[in-house]
């Protein structure tokens, strides 16, 4: 069983910061991708920032600049720093991995809200 653990999550005012965390635990032999998607209310889920085994990382246009996502493969954990955080930013986001075997795994969501 694979378990993703997000963390980080809060109310901040517009031009914070945050930073997410995910923790990824359980029987998985080796990950390949892993991102942060968001949803924000009555909108569809879409992919904030991912970042392949080999470092290589992809953005939404819209947090290009004010995002960064990293991880550490040692801890198979994935983080999200949020500057310059926007009230359009806020969403519950979502940690995903992709396994070395092609299987996905979500977290249950950490809720993000920026006031302005």
Do not use: H
Request: hydrophobic residues 35%; proline residues 2%.
């Amino acid at each position: 069983q694979v378990q993703l653990v997000e963390s980080g999550g809060g109310l901040v005012q517009a031009g914070g910061s945050l930073r997410l965390s995910c923790v990824v635990s359980g029987n998985i032999f080796s990950i390949n991708t892993m991102g942060w998607y968001r949803q924000a209310p009555g909108k569809q889920r879409e992919l904030a920032a991912q970042i392949t085994d080999s470092d290589n990382t992809r953005y939404l246009d819209s947090v290009k600049g004010r995002f960064t996502i990293s991880r550490d493969n040692a801890k198979n954990t994935v983080y999200l720093q949020m500057n310059s955080l926007k009230p359009e930013d806020t969403a519950v986001y979502y940690c995903r991995i992709t396994s070395s075997a092609g299987v996905y795994y979500w977290g249950k969501g950490t809720l993000v809200t920026v006031s302005s």
